[in-house]
């Protein structure tokens, strides 16, 4: 006959081995350990600070080659100015207030222009991974579409919706859209087909199916396509700011500097498109993936 141990003594019993693992423990690890585990600020610090250092070693490295090329005499000052003179540029821009006009505007059009890209060419890709119709229409069109330079589509635009910003900004997003709606389209058609059985098997709809499953195992080639597709805007951004006679921008300023010779002004611009590229791509697209698909495991940070 099995007795059943009353409430008193399983407590008892209980609070009885919990005491012992803890003695059982501070005999075995000592304090310091736990101590130890927990991360002191100093080393964040240190490993803060070691970050930094390796991000800048490149930049530094660079500097230091453009520095003894441009102080050897290579090339002639005029044509190859020294990293002084295209901070006093930039300082000089920045202080009359010209330099953050041009990249205000500049920014401007690339965001409305690259966020048209990003909503159309994420539904555009998403349709034709889930849609065989749609992938039949849209994939020889986005084929052909693709392989032409940005520029090629520019005097077409420019016809079309006449100079100024609409010309740029339509330009902006049609060109960019093309490597976003590629990369969609195969993180689409890249979800395993296991992963879509099993949310079936358990009585996911078509709307649960998309949000938990289509979408998430897509992610990580989304978000590849917006990366490209951001380097598109940016590089056919500042092509068409020299063609569509726009008052103000990166490209603007750069194509009138190099008239007059004037390379500082021409590397500052540089410098600011650099600047605000490597920017939005730790502030925004690292940020999200950090938040999305590292911390689901799906890439390694």
């Known amino acids: 006959m099995l007795v059943r141990p009353c409430g008193w003594a399983l407590s008892f019993r209980t609070n ?12 075995v690890v000592p304090a310091d350990v736990t101590l130890a585990a927990a991360p002191s600020r100093k080393s964040s610090w240190e490993a803060r600070w070691r970050i930094i250092a390796r991000t800048a070693f490149p930049f530094l490295v660079v500097g230091a080659l453009w520095e003894v090329a441009a102080h050897a005499g290579l090339f002639p000052p005029r044509l190859f100015p020294p990293l002084e003179n295209v901070a006093s540029a930039f300082a000089r821009l920045t202080a009359n207030g010209i ?39 849209l994939l020889p069109l ?10 090629a589509y520019a005097p ?4 079309w919706f006449g100079l100024g910003n609409v010309a ?37 709809d078509d709307r649960r199916l998309f949000r938990h499953v289509i979408l998430p195992g897509a992610l990580p080639y989304i978000l ?30 750069i194509f009138g500097a190099r008239e007059f010779l004037n390379l500082d002004v021409m590397l500052a611009g540089v ?9 939005l791509e730790k502030l925004v697209f690292q940020k999200r993936e950090n938040f999305t698909v590292v911390r689901w495991g799906m890439l390694s940070a």
């Not at 009885?16 to 005999?27: G, L, T, Y």
């Not at 077409?156 to 016809?159: I, K, R, S, V």
Request: hydrophobic share 60%.
């Open 99 to 137: 330099l953050p006009h041009h990249a205000f505007d500049t920014v401007l059009r690339l965001l409305i222009g690259f966020g048209l890209a990003a909503l159309v060419g994420v539904a555009t890709g998403i349709a034709m991974g889930r849609s065989r119709r749609a992938e039949d229409i």
């Open 16 to 27: 009885w081995h919990i005491q012992a693992v803890k003695a059982i423990m501070h005999d």
């Open 156 to 159: 077409l635009f420019l016809l």
């Open 224 to 253: 590849t396509g917006l990366r490209l597709g951001l380097a598109q805007a940016w590089r056919i951004l500042v092509g068409v700011e020299m063609l569509a006679a726009v008052p103000w921008g990166l490209g603007w300023m």
């Open 168 to 204: 740029v900004v339509l330009l902006v997003g049609f060109v960019s859209a093309f490597p976003i709606i590629f990369n969609t389209w195969t993180g689409v058609k890249a979800v395993k087909e296991i992963w879509v059985r099993s949310a079936q098997a358990m009585g996911a």
């Open 271 to 279: 410098v600011v498109i650099g600047a605000i590229g490597l920017a």
């Open 142 to 151: 986005v084929s052909i579409g693709a392989p032409i330079p940005g520029l």
